[in-house]
């Protein structure tokens, strides 16, 4: 079973997945986690997640047998596949921002969707945040989507070329791949394109193919690591402001290998709302060729924190 499993089953990623962590946690040198307890277990991978899923502080090295066996159980715990939204009628859908890389596939992944036409929404929100470009990870991807739009003339654009890239935020990135996936937004109001500037205002507001499309731009919060936006506050942030009808019906746009994490982590917060009412649609791109084994430890300890986190709610 997979994490997107977990809320509708009632058991904790740890109950579901024991045999193929028991094997894991043999072959990444943690063997004495076999038939441990929950907490036990937790406070042992928490290391895993120190740092950022960008700039990890934990590293790990596997041989290519090792690598293998890994890949199988990783997925076997539902965090490398691809997962389509479902045809339906959704009454919003909400695409949540990361690195570069990660905001390309997603935008990608929803434009496509779209694209088939057995999907409609009534709306979009791109959920960014206060989080600086991080410029050994993004900026090669940045230039890149920059490069493939310069025969493009739009104000927003020209600020964008003429700036400090690495004084961007992570909203300005959503709006970039947004451009290159999507395509033209019309923006609704004052146009707050990428520029050096500290003021991002908390949402922008633009005209999609005659739809209503948001980036909404997230204070950051105290965490472990430095601080940022998470998913959490992402997600209180869009319940007060797209204030989302009972029962609604939510497309939820993340990408793999985060994406069952993140879904857990956002109904987590609609729980804590009173909003179990609201129908969260849990999608999104398969993992990277390029990904490694600290993102997808990383998300095993999150998955296994989220656990302790339920269970002591």
């Given at each position: 079973m997979s994490g997107l499993e977990t809320a509708s089953t009632g058991q904790t990623f740890y109950e579901q997945n024991r045999e193929g962590l028991d094997s894991l946690f043999s072959i990444v040198g943690l063997p004495e986690l076999t038939n441990k307890s929950l907490p036990e277990v937790v406070a042992a991978t928490q290391p895993w997640v120190k740092g950022d899923h960008a700039r990890p502080e934990h590293s790990f090295s596997f041989g290519v047998g090792q690598t293998a066996e890994l890949n199988?159980?990783?997925?076997?715990?539902?965090?490398?596949?691809?997962?389509?939204l479902p045809p339906a009628i959704y009454d919003h859908t909400i695409?949540?921002?990361?690195?570069?890389?990660?905001?390309?596939?997603?935008?990608?992944?929803?434009?496509?969707?779209l694209t088939r036409g057995n999907i409609i929404t009534r709306d979009?929100?791109?959920?960014?945040?206060?989080?600086?470009?991080?410029?050994?990870?993004?900026?090669?991807?940045?230039?890149?989507?920059?490069?493939?739009?310069?025969?493009?003339?739009?104000?927003?654009?020209d600020r964008a070329r003429k700036s400090d890239i690495?004084?961007?935020?992570?909203?300005?990135?959503?709006?970039?791949?947004a451009r290159i996936h999507l395509g033209p937004l019309t923006a609704e109001g004052h146009d707050h394109g990428p520029f050096n500037t500290l003021y991002r205002p908390h949402?922008?507001?633009?005209?999609?193919?005659?739809?209503p499309l948001a980036i909404?731009?997230?204070?950051?919060?105290?965490?472990?690591?430095?601080?940022?936006?998470?998913?959490?506050?992402?997600?209180?942030?869009?319940?007060?402001?797209a204030q989302p009808t009972d029962?609604?019906?939510?497309a939820f746009v993340a990408a793999n290998p985060h994406m069952t994490r993140m879904g857990r982590s956002a109904r987590a917060v609609l729980r804590s709302a009173g909003r179990s009412d609201i129908d969260l649609v849990v999608?999104?791109?398969?993992?990277?060729?390029?990904?490694?084994?600290?993102?997808?430890?990383?998300?095993?300890?999150?998955?296994?924190?989220?656990?302790q986190r339920l269970l002591e709610a």
């Amino acid at each position: 079973m997979s994490g997107l499993e977990t809320a509708s089953t009632g058991q904790t990623f740890y109950e579901q997945n024991r045999e193929g962590l028991d094997s894991l946690f043999s072959i990444v040198g943690l063997p004495e986690l076999t038939n441990k307890s929950l907490p036990e277990v937790v406070a042992a991978t928490q290391p895993w997640v120190k740092g950022d899923h960008a700039r990890p502080e934990h590293s790990f090295s596997f041989g290519v047998g090792q690598t293998a066996e890994l890949n199988e159980i990783y997925g076997s715990l539902g965090l490398r596949d691809a997962h389509e939204l479902p045809p339906a009628i959704y009454d919003h859908t909400i695409v949540l921002g990361g690195v570069h890389r990660g905001n390309n596939r997603r935008l990608e992944f929803l434009g496509k969707a779209l694209t088939r036409g057995n999907i409609i929404t009534r709306d979009i929100m791109l959920l960014g945040g206060e989080r600086r470009v991080y410029p050994e990870v993004e900026l090669d991807t940045i230039e890149g989507n920059l490069d493939k739009l310069a025969s493009v003339d739009e104000p927003w654009l020209d600020r964008a070329r003429k700036s400090d890239i690495s004084l961007w935020w992570e909203t300005d990135l959503l709006r970039l791949a947004a451009r290159i996936h999507l395509g033209p937004l019309t923006a609704e109001g004052h146009d707050h394109g990428p520029f050096n500037t500290l003021y991002r205002p908390h949402l922008q507001q633009f005209n999609w193919r005659n739809m209503p499309l948001a980036i909404m731009h997230t204070r950051a919060i105290s965490r472990q690591g430095e601080p940022r936006h998470t998913t959490e506050a992402c997600m209180r942030d869009w319940l007060n402001t797209a204030q989302p009808t009972d029962n609604a019906t939510v497309a939820f746009v993340a990408a793999n290998p985060h994406m069952t994490r993140m879904g857990r982590s956002a109904r987590a917060v609609l729980r804590s709302a009173g909003r179990s009412d609201i129908d969260l649609v849990v999608a999104g791109p398969a993992s990277p060729d390029y990904v490694g084994h600290n993102h997808y430890l990383g998300e095993i300890a999150r998955h296994l924190y989220e656990d302790q986190r339920l269970l002591e709610a």
